[in-house]
């Protein structure tokens, strides 16, 4: 999960995918420094709290 704020912040236009709360990160050609620019931005792994475990 990442935060919207910590995206947009990084230069990146979110675009809603009309099933909250997703959005699709618009992003520029793929590159190494782009790639990065991403990392970042979407910073340190968090748990999703609307995620819902199924079992198998």
């Given at each position: 999960m990442a935060?919207?704020?910590s995206v947009l912040d990084g230069g990146f236009e979110l675009l809603p995918t009309?099933?909250?709360p997703h959005y699709?990160?618009?992003m520029g050609p793929y590159?190494?420094?782009e790639a990065?620019?991403?990392l970042k931005a979407l910073g340190d792994?968090?748990?999703n709290?609307?995620?819902i475990r199924?079992?198998?």
């Amino acid at each position: 999960m990442a935060l919207a704020g910590s995206v947009l912040d990084g230069g990146f236009e979110l675009l809603p995918t009309f099933d909250a709360p997703h959005y699709s990160i618009v992003m520029g050609p793929y590159t190494e420094g782009e790639a990065q620019r991403l990392l970042k931005a979407l910073g340190d792994v968090l748990a999703n709290p609307y995620c819902i475990r199924r079992q198998r």
